[in-house]
């Protein structure tokens, strides 16, 4: 295990600084390891363990686990955030559906363990709200560009937010999860069902 490190009052103010930075990315990086892990709910204690910082310097640093979870959220939308591409919106339907699943499936298979605990924590987070409210934002976005067509000529708002739910994160991860299909699989079933609406 790493050795732990304290914040320590005699140390100059540059130095303490720069101790605090190392100490929160230390934190902060630990809290995702175990999310990917599979840890469910990382408790501070397992944080400090992982890290190396001690649990007192935690406190020190996030003013409680809350914002210890929001940090780290805010550094995973970093760390992804060049999947969030534009889908390409030309080529047939069949050619579209797959560009648009394939994008999202790298995604979720990206985000999953962190997307799963942020949907935990949200309620009582205004601010990971606002960021699973900004991953659906982006996908609506997506589906109205590159659908378009389609969904001009049904002008079905029930039909539109079908197309979006086969599409979230919450169809991948009961395929993926609840229903045990690998990634390929998964990815073919939406695939077909997103079809199947936009025909």
Known sequence: MAEVIEVF???PADGRRARRHRSRDLAVDALLDLLNEGVPRPTAQQVAERSGVSLRSIFRIFDDVQSLHMAASER???????????????GTLEERVQATVATTSRIYESVAPIR??????????????LQLDRARGWLRAEIDRVFAEELDRFADPDRAAAVEANLSFETWDQLRTGQGRSAARAAATISLTVLALLR
């Not at 060049?82 to 030309?90: G, K, M, P, R, S």
């Open 9 to 11: 009052e005699g140390v």
């Open 76 to 90: 995973q939308m970093s760390r992804v955030r060049h999947l969030f591409v534009d889908i390409v919106a030309t």
């Open 116 to 129: 799963r605990a942020a949907l935990r924590a949200a309620p009582e987070s205004a601010t990971l709200q």
